[in-house]
């Protein structure tokens, strides 16, 4: 492939994770502005980040594998069209109810696009230099969704509404799409793998969904998601053409890599949603200026992911990730102990590590997985290193929300410990 489709191409995978990752965590700040819209309750409200989280998490392992199935060029296409449309229907929406059903279709789409663009730059950029360079710029892109999702939604709620939030999505990815059809091409999935694996899929969805739900809602929801995932595990096993190949963990890459992942989730998804509370509650600063605050996250974030490739050919991935979760953890340590006062002396420096420590770990991690996989699974291995991050976040999350915000930092500090041992087996 010429250099140049080949930067179309991974600007194209880097504009659908980016919509993806920012959708995540944008109408946070918008909330205050929907409740006021739409009426929403104040339980309500929160099904307008939940709807889409839910089905985002519960969807992705499936959306990984269809990839693998049916093609990742049309996958693509259709994670990004039913996206944009959702994203249409979600800000023209006159009542709550019509919102949230936006919102979960939305991330439905999500869930087909994010493994699709992963799965499309490992498969597209096969010399090992140029596909380090494209992962770098692709962990970068979608860590950096995460950072300014804060700050877009900011910008857009105070000088739009909050509907530009949603509306925006519209015309990206309908250039996306025009771009796309003519300059990706298909992969040729193996005929007699088209079969889709419908119990393993329904188990797998369903049982995702309680599990995100139930580990920040009522625990019986929890019990029902691990019991229908552990009876996902014995359909796989006994399938002859199963949606997850069980096999596919006894490759130390995928299993180390996926678990790596879920790790990191914990611990950064964690650190947004603390520093947020802390920026506006302590520093008493607006959805503006809380956004502009991470700032310094998303440059530390891409700063060191672009380092990464050159580090990694020097270092090895195992010295790499040691070293990216040791700098990470000083950070968060840094942040735990620092007593309350101005952002530079309490969030800047601390950013600095933290992040620099995220970009530093995730492109060898996901570089790790995606290689150890072979193509007819990379769709599925790209879904696993999502949903591990999400469930990562989601666990992190219910685990630490009631803690102190220096407590938190801390515990972790002690999750990247726990990084460090993983590494070994990376």
Known sequence: MSRKPG????????????????DVSVVNVALPSIRASLGFSAPGLQWVVN??????GGFLLLGGRIADLYGRKRIFLLGLGVFSAASLAGGLAGTAGLLIAARAVQGLGAAVLAPATLTIVSTTFTDPDDRARALSIWTAVGAAGGAAGALVGGVLTQYLSWRSILLVNVPIGAVAIALAAPVLTESRPIAERRRLDVPGAVLVTVGGTALVYGIEHPWPWLVIGLALLALFLVVEARSPAPLMPLRLFRVRGISAGTFAMLLMGAAFITMWYFLSLYMQNTLHYNALE???GFLPHTLAIIVGSRSAPWLRRRLGTRTLVVAGAVIGAAGFVWQGLTPPGGYLATVFGPAILMCGGLGLLMTPVTATVTSSAASDDAGLASGLLN?????GGAVGLAALAAAAPQSAFLASAAVLGALVVVAFAL
């Open 387 to 391: 949903a591990a991050r999400q469930v």
């Open 290 to 292: 809380t956004g502009a």
């Open 7 to 22: 930067n179309l191409v991974l600007f194209l995978t880097c504009a659908g994770q980016f919509m993806v990752i920012l």
């Open 51 to 56: 709807a889409y989280a839910l089905a985002f």
